[in-house]
């Protein structure tokens, strides 16, 4: 008895690791120089969906429709050129010391700086729109004010004043990047504040495209079960991309840990043919505004009502802290089951319950009335939207147990 209990406890640990090695080695591909962080140069996101391609197919499933493909168009802003910054002739690093914000355009020489800051807040705006105030570039500097009102001055006029000259804005917390689907006048560009304290000008090389009609797509694929109805698994696979094809955003929990479970799952419902059909839907730009999930919904390509469920995996590469679902608190009877069967087979250390919420893929199903989680680790490593969300650092801590979780919650319906 001894030595069948010692064969079941090595049987569940070498299947742990199995789980945990295939998602390390999905996000490594993922996150590789290869895939130029999964946006719009270089053809990063065409890269990662032909990937994705060769796994639908690696995995037996078939196509909705003649391809795994649902082409669609975005418009977004990009940074594939130049993008130097140079204060008292000392180059920033992007990534590290400045970033262009998402919005930002483009601008090339040296400009004279004008501050902006809690000591003449309320006269210089004031100045700039009916004087015509001759401003170069516009430092705003928002360190030691803690109005909320007169915060919201600043983010208020910021994009007003880059229609008429580029605008610094000190940030001394973490640079985060994203992606838009505009472009401004002018740069917009976010600075630690020790690299520009007292400056008096700036050198500018700044190159953004805005990309207009640009194609992208989702991918999607199923794997048929015995019962119309279907469960969807789905995660986003594109990410910030690259700056100038010198600054990568790797994306690592973000979200080629969610792709891992994706495929995880594919696997193991290839191998284990599924009551219902299992879908499996990879979309494309939802760093830009969850616009591939909602081209989506609105050209579905079976009715939405043959949804059972859907599950979205987003970030999935932690787990010290647990799991949150988004959505618990109005498909409670689902909840319940999933929290129940944490409960019952001591997966994940805590499952929290969260509300209705526009952070993910789920959001527009959820606004058809589709049934839905959005589902999230906790805990962990903290880099997000940066350029240290790297796959060798993304411990993947729970994304056994996880996968099991889902799994068994899956076998409920």
């Not at 696979?237 to 100038?244: P, R």
Request: aromatic share 12%.
């Amino acid at each position: 008895m001894r030595t069948l209990f010692s064969l079941i406890i090595t049987l569940i640990a070498l299947s742990s690791f199995s789980q945990q090695k295939f998602g390390k080695e999905v996000v490594s591909v993922l996150t590789s120089i290869n895939f130029h962080g999964r946006g719009y140069t270089n053809s990063g996101a065409e890269i990662a969906a032909d990937y994705l391609n060769t796994q639908f197919s690696k995995y037996g499933l078939n196509p909705i429709g003649d391809s795994f493909d649902q082409a669609f168009e975005i418009d977004v802003n990009t940074f594939p050129g130049k993008c130097g910054i140079s204060i008292n002739g000392k180059a920033l690093r992007p990534g590290q010391d400045f970033l262009p914000d998402p919005k930002c355009g483009s601008a090339k020489g040296t400009f004279k700086l004008t501050w902006l800051n809690k000591s003449n807040f309320t006269s210089l705006p004031r100045k700039i729109e009916i004087d015509n105030m001759p401003v170069e570039a516009l430092v705003i500097d928002t360190r030691g004010i803690i109005s909320k009102d007169t915060l919201r001055f600043f983010y208020r006029f910021r994009d007003y004043f880059s229609t008429l000259f580029p605008v610094i804005w000190i940030r001394d917390d973490r640079l985060m990047h994203s992606v838009a689907k505009t472009q401004q006048p002018f740069p917009i560009i976010k600075v630690k504040g020790e690299f520009i304290e007292n400056a008096e000008s700036i050198d500018l090389d700044i190159e953004a495209v805005l990309l207009k009609k640009f194609s992208t797509r989702n991918v999607i694929g199923c794997i048929p079960g015995r019962r119309k109805k279907k469960i969807c698994i789905s995660a986003h696979y594109d990410h910030l991309g690259e700056i100038a094809d010198t600054v990568v955003f790797p994306g690592a929990n973000d979200n080629a840990s969610g792709v891992a479970m994706l495929l995880y799952l594919m696997k193991y419902y290839s191998e284990n043919p599924p009551e219902y059909t299992m879908v499996f839907m990879a979309f494309g730009a939802e760093e830009i505004g969850i616009l591939g999930s909602k081209y989506y919904v609105e050209n579905p390509l079976f009715p939405l009502k043959e949804i059972r469920f859907l599950i979205n995996c987003d970030i999935s590469g932690t787990g010290d802290e647990g799991i949150t679902v988004v959505n618990g608190t109005i498909h409670k009877k689902q909840f319940k089951k999933l929290a129940k069967i944490n409960i019952k087979k001591e997966l994940v250390s805590k499952v929290n319950v969260r509300g209705r919420a526009a952070n993910s893929d789920h959001f527009w199903f959820t606004q058809r009335q589709v049934p839905c989680f959005f589902i999230y680790t906790l805990g962990g490593i903290k880099a997000y939207h940066d350029i240290y969300d790297k796959g060798e650092t993304l411990p993947l801590t729970a994304f056994s147990n996880y996968s099991q979780l889902l799994i068994e919650f899956i076998s409920t319906f």
